[in-house]
C-alpha cells in the first residue's frame, strides 16, 4: 500500500492554521482529520517494514512502523508535528552548537538541532519505549547523537528514581500525574547540573511536560548561550510559569522569541 499523500492545498490549509493558533499549540482535531488518521492507521498496519515519510516544509524524515502512531505520522506529514520547535531550532541554531535536548519525542527536533549545528546532539530521554524510535530518526536523517537514558530532574531531587507516566494515543510522557497515564514506568533520573557539567552545551532545548517547574539550579554555566524551553502553563500555574520566567532572566538571559508555547532565551 502507498504512503497516504497530502494534497499541497491541505498542507498550506493547514499551515496557516498553525501560524493562526498563536499561543495554542496543540494540534486540534478538525473536520477530515478523522478520516485521514484512520486512512495513516490503515497504511500502517500494511507495512512489513520501514518506511519513510518526508516533512512538506523541511529536509526532514520522520521512519514509521507497524505499530507506530497514527496520529503522529499524519501531524508530520501535514505539517502539524512541533511545528513551532522546528521554526525555532532552524533560525536559531548555528553551526558549532552543542545542543542538549532534554524530551525528546519521536527524534525530529533533535535530528533537525543535529542538521543546523552540525554536531552530534545529546538527547536526554526517560521513556525506554521510543529510544529505538529515537535513533531509527536521527539515522534515517544523517544525524548522529548520545542518548542518556533518563528523566532530567531539578537539584534537590534526591531518589535515583521516579514514576513516568506513559501515554499510549499520544507521543508524550510526563513524571506530573503518572497515576493519569495509561501506564506507568520506574525510570533512573539525572540532575540538570550533572547534565550541563558533564556536556558543557551551548543550547538547551527542553520539553519535558511540565518538568520544567523548579528545574534549573541557581548557577547556569556560563557556556550556555541559549534556553529553549517548552513552558506548560496549563499544567504547571501561572505563578510557577512566572518564577521560571524570572529565574532565568535573572541569570543574564533576555527573552527573545515566543512562539506557541516555545520560549526562547538568550544571554547577553
Known amino acids: 500500500m502507498p504512503i497516504p499523500l497530502q494534497e499541497d492545498s491541505a498542507v498550506e490549509i493547514r499551515r496557516q492554521r498553525v501560524n493562526a493558533r498563536g499561543l495554542n499549540q496543540w494540534p486540534q482535531e478538525e473536520a477530515g482529520d478523522a478520516f485521514e488518521i484512520q486512512r495513516y492507521q ?4 500494511g507495512l512489513n517494514g520501514e518506511v519513510c515519510l518526508k516533512h512538506p516544509f523541511y529536509s526532514l524524515v520522520l521512519p514509521v512502523r507497524s ?8 501531524y508530520f506529514a501535514i505539517g502539524d508535528y512541533e511545528q513551532a520547535d522546528l521554526q525555532l531550532i532552524t533560525e536559531m ?4 552548537d552543542r545542543v ?43 544525524q548522529t547523537l548520545q542518548l542518556v537514558e533518563a528523566a ?22 510526563s513524571a506530573l500525574t503518572p497515576a493519569r497515564a495509561d501506564r506507568r514506568l520506574t525510570v533512573p533520573t539525572r540532575t540538570l547540573s550533572s547534565l550541563l557539567d558533564e556536556f558543557h552545551p551551548t543550547v538547551l532545548v527542553l520539553d519535558i511536560e511540565g518538568g520544567e517547574c523548579g528545574l534549573f539550579p541557581a548557577e547556569l554555566p556560563v557556556s550556555l548561550r541559549m534556553i529553549m524551553i517548552e513552558i506548560h502553563t496549563p499544567d504547571i500555574g501561572e505563578v510557577p510559569t512566572i518564577d521560571l ?15 506557541a508555547q516555545t520560549w526562547v532565551f538568550l544571554r547577553d
Open 67 to 74: 505499530g507506530f502512531s497514527a496520529r503522529m505520522a499524519y
Open 93 to 96: 541554531i548555528r553551526p558549532g
Open 152 to 173: 532530567v530532574v531539578a537539584d534537590g531531587y534526591k531518589d535515583v528514581h521516579i514514576e513516568l507516566g506513559i501515554y499510549d494515543e499520544y507521543w508524550w510522557s
Open 42 to 45: 490503515q497504511w500502517l498496519d
Open 100 to 142: 542538549m535536548e532534554c524530551g525528546a519525542g519521536a527524534g525530529v527536533t533533535g535530528s533537525v538541532a543535529g542538521m543546523h549545528s552540525e554536531n552530534p546532539v545529546v538527547i536526554v530521554e526517560p521513556n525506554r519505549a521510543m529510544y529505538d524510535q529515537i535513533r531509527n530518526t536521527f539515522a534515517a536523517n544523517g
Open 245 to 259: 520566567v524570572n529565574h532565568i532572566q535573572g541569570q543574564g538571559f533576555r527573552l527573545c522569541r515566543l512562539l
